[in-house]
């Protein structure tokens, strides 16, 4: 069987760059391509094989980590691979710590990109060089670390009502929403609150959103 990777960037260039590494890389790949992120979500339901996923940080419909979460949510087999033009240290490595196998910097040249995608193949964690050496246990990457494993606890089903409540919606907005009963919801809630270690519904919607990460400005990627 073909090893099934898909590209999920919305800019055509960016994708074909990593199409060409991933050819070098892995025989025989057969590579999909989204333009935002319900594409991916539709090209992994439809395709149970697939294996690696390249998930742009700012793509529509994915806001920082919440689309990386997501995916580790729903497809815990998956592979994710961050890609963006926002390579800060500090988001590079809020990206493993929240359970990404590499983050691939879009000012990196095509060897360098295979190269990381060779380490992840072997089952390790790529980051640049620089950005390597500075990982540290440090506080906020074991509260990350923390919250992701909270996060995994989740049902994909109440992963979706968190995402609701973090949005604002009420029961009744969300029950209409996911074509579900209120005492439903209700119960969602009360498992999410449980899980997250929170007392209410608006620290469960802070929690999500520590997910998300402000577009940089004039973005190119």
Known sequence: MQPQVIIADDHPLFRTA????????????????????????????????????????HMPGNNGFTGLMQLQNHYPDLVVIMVSSDDNVETMQKAISFGAAAFIPKSADLSTIASAIEVVLD????LPEHVDQALTDDTQTKANQHLAKQLAQLTPQQYVVLTQIADGRLNKQIAYDLD??????????SAILLKLEVNNRTLAGLAYQQLMLAAPENRSD
Do not use: Y
């Not at 395709?47 to 390249?54: A, D, K, Q």
């Open 180 to 189: 579900i009963k209120e005492t439903t919801v209700k119960k969602h809630v």
């Open 123 to 126: 089952g390790e964690v790529w």
């Open 18 to 57: 990593l199409k060409q590494a991933i050819v070098e890389c892995i025989d025989d790949a057969q590579i999909l391509e989204a333009e935002c992120f319900e594409e991916v979500l539709e090209a992994v339901e439809a395709n149970p094989s697939l294996e690696i996923v390249f998930l742009d940080l």
